[in-house]
């Protein structure tokens, strides 16, 4: 048993090889977890291009059950007690080390974007919106990112809700003016690019988006990155642009490279000049919502950011060991993380970075976490927990970070939050009502 209440609170420690344990009463010891086994290969790359590290191997760290600290530093010799030492060095840290042991590093390189507007669509619905598809050129990349821009009519620089989508732009709508993707499409989309057409309009509520004051900005993963295991990283902006100064065991994965993705785009979207700048959300489901996070935890120009159902990787705690684990999620998806990331396979509580972690370098933005009480691969428990964990970066802040209700649960009042609608894994209607809400105190 790692856990204890109701399975909803770890204790939280220290942990840098070196350093004391916080929380030694719930710590075992320091010896690497005897789950490992002789397939797990050592992973320890010496620094191999990291601007922080070295660090060292999987194998030689120590298993702890408390989750790492969020202001202590990885060799538990110093703690970031104020805002100035958290920005100064401690965000740095817990960026490298997740870049190092889980996601891999983007390349460092400048890529600026051009904009071209190719597609403009005035009364896109009547009296309402309006629709605009942009180019976004990579540099010189030889890559154009396709972005799908709705926007509402009589509001001046509009909030935006910025999501990377899966089948291309053509799924959010039966509307041929929303031109097909030419990508790679993967499972789940249709047998033919046009058959994908509005496969997945119910997720996406242009109408009301916009009828809540929003402009809604779209564009497909594999234009930056095809989840494509059969050519792993021969195409997409993993061909284009390769950090060959790093190690290639803690290079980028694909997660990684959707999330440098969205930033691009919100590049894109700011060259426009459209939407409000202070106002950018970026939303993001499933494997998008580990996306999303990963992207605000990097970029502080996403003011707001919704992980929705976005499970391990995403939000939900490792040292849960509920839901899908790091064994499978690496065995599914070999190129979604680092080739460091598949050795913590049943040792999870040797992870040095937990996912609280990477929900507090967000702070003090707004983070919505939502879940569906059906989803249990996606494991809600775990995600729960980590809200709730990386709640004292805001508090760092001077901000409340999540603000309970009086039976204790997480309520959409605080910058910090986490909701539970019934159901299962899918993005509906509801899903969207709370999203929109969550802004709206937001004062959005
Ligand atoms: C699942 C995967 C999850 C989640 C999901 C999705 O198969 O195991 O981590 O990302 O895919 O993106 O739909």
Redesign the pocket.
Known sequence: MYRFGFGLMWVVGTFGCGGSDGASDAAPSDAPSDSSSDAHEDAGVADGGSPLGPYPPVTDLPARDALPDLFMSFDGTRRASDVSEWEAWRQDELRDLFAFYQYGYAPSDEVPVTVEVVVSEPDFIPDQVRYDELAVRLGDLGLVVHVALFTPHGVDSPPVFVAPNRCGNQEVTEDPRVRATTAWQGDNCGSTVEESRGVRAYQWPISSIAEAGFAFATFHESEIDPDDEEHDFANGVHAALVDSARDPRIRWGRVAAWAWGVSRVIDGLLEHGTVDATRIAAVG????G?TVLLAAAHDPRIALVIAHQ????GVALHRSLEG?TLE??NA??PSWFNDVFPTFARRELQTPVDQHQLIALVAPRAVLATDGSDDR??DPDGARAAVLAASPAWELYGAPGVVLDDAGAPTLDGPLAWHLRPGD?DLTDDDWATFLEFARRRGW
Do not use: D, N, P, Y
Not at 285 to 288: L, P
Not at 310 to 313: K, P, V
């Open positions: 489901h499933s494997r998008r580990k976005s499970g391990t990787g899908e499978l999620i599914l998806f691969w996606a894994h």
